[in-house]
């Protein structure tokens, strides 16, 4: 990303001091993020759940491009209004990633993986499907046409998937490799991703509830889901044990179908053509969109406060585990680079001085809270808290990385960037559509929407998603993908993957990347066929066991 360098001399009409300087930049900031919350005032960017940091983020881009019509203004903007918002996303970027497991506990990988194994799997599918394509796209269409380098291949992961967060990070990654415009473009993808995110993902998440493929009906109750390759425990036990049984919807279905035979074929006609209203209706003008703004008496925890305040406050403690996890971090970066300085193979690659720190940050906090559990001695840490602290640095992070883009450099390669953007979301649709009734055990719409938002934006996004879906959280859907992102986050998404291939596309080129990208999806296929189709059949014997000794009621259709 270009940095907005300043001359040495203060240009004329600026403060000239430091201080006055950090006042003027923070402030200009955090209007821009309240103008942000003042435009979700208009209902139909509530609709869409848009953020307000994205807003924001677009404000500021504009105010900054009509300065540069007078270069004069210009000078003045830079020097002392948006000081340092170009390095802000490669910094807090490693606050975000260090805040991701502080506070968490760490569940065993026995439970992890039958509660989240489903949930990797179609995450892996996601995430290796959006290299591979990709990488195809890059190879066969964009080097040969337009000439990019291989490292244009990562735009729509780092971008789409990684969010500003891993594209501001990557920022001096790309540079190190040759190519510093790569930064705007990878942010102008995240953008670009957050926007799809919000305006494709809320649009199908109103379509699945108004057609009845979410679990969650409008008026807070759950009707029973079947699982692809098993019965679901309280269907067996009321359905498939008793022939005289049948579905709730089915019995209404019958009683209204003779009413319905009796009607005339006019009457027919309109009802259908209300009920085509009534899906439009419902899906958008039919949503009662909340304020922003929580009522007084509404207004829920923040967090909790876990050090007594005569001793030292609760915000400060927090920040103190963070610098720990990023300060590991660091400790294993600078190792890192002094095993290449004496490796004269690593040292002509650079393949560790041009590795990012954000990842080791998050590993910091895994060993941070390791360190705890095996020290018997319970964290001083409020995971609330802890998401506030990384979720307000997400928002700064996104204002100012969208604000300073390079427009020139994007504006250059911005047909390529097309081209691979719309590669990878018909990736994401084809999985999201077709793949993901057929591959997950249960509540396929919200397990596969969950990850459509993390992948088109960031994880935010997803659970966003799910929570319109499964606002009382009653599906085992949260548990699932929470337990997926401890198994998958410190590599994919922004992870250790995600920074090594940048490297690797550079040594390697495109056609490597594809093959392990290509091998990888294909893996999980296998995974699939020979392991998780057994996995859900067992569990699913096992609540039937554990539900025929806490009943009474044999489950086994036997």
Known sequence: MRSLQSSTEPPQGSSGKTTMRFVSSFFLICFFLWLGLQVRRIKIFRV?????????????????????????????VAYDWIVGWSKLPSILINVVFATLFLGKKLPTWKQAWREGGPQVMYGQFIAWG?????????????????????????????????GHGTAGGLADTYTALGEPDYGDIALTSATIGIL???????????????TGRVAMHQDGTVHEVT??????????????NNPDSQDVGEVQDKEQEPAIRNEPRTEDLEEDQGRKESLCHKMFAGRNVPADI?????????????????????????????????FFGYIILRLLWLIEANVPALEETKLFTSFPLFPWCMIGGLFVMWVHEKCGSEAPIDPLMMERIGGSAMEFLIVSA???????????????????????????????????????????????????????????TGLLLLRMCDPDKETPVWASFGYKQMMTEPFMGGGIWTTVSLQLLSIIGVWGVFGIATSAVLFWTAMYF????????????????ALSEKSGVDVSGQ
């Open 48 to 76: 869409f759940s848009l953020p307000a940091s994205v807003t924001a983020g677009f404000i500021g881009l504009i105010f900054i491009q009509l300065c540069k019509l007078n270069e004069d203004v210009y000078a003045v």
């Open 130 to 162: 959006n290299w591979s394509v990709s990488c195809l796209i890059t190879g066969a269409i964009l080097i040969p046409v337009f000439g990019v380098s291989p490292l244009f291949a990562s735009m729509y992961a780092v971008g789409f998937e990684g």
């Open 196 to 210: 799809m995110g919000c305006l494709v993902g809320v649009t199908l998440v109103n379509w699945g509830v108004a």
């Open 227 to 240: 699982r692809k390759e098993t019965p679901d425990i309280e269907k067996s036990t009321a359905g498939e």
């Open 294 to 326: 929580y009522e007084v008496d509404e207004r829920p925890d923040g967090g909790k406060q876990t050090v007594r305040q005569d001793a030292l406050e609760t915000l400060a403690l927090h920040l103190i585990y963070i610098a720990f996890s990023c």
């Open 402 to 460: 969208i604000a300073v883009i390079n427009t020139e450099a994007v504006a250059a390669n911005i047909a390529p960037l097309v081209i691979i953007i719309l590669g990878g979301m018909s990736w994401n649709f084809f999985l999201f559509f077709y793949v993901a009734k057929r591959i997950l055990p249960d509540f396929h719409f919200e397990r596969a929407i969950v990850e459509l938002g993390q992948s088109f934006g960031t994880t935010s």
């Open 530 to 545: 020979c392991y998780f189709r057994k996995l859900y059949g067992n569990i699913a014997a096992e609540d039937g066991d």
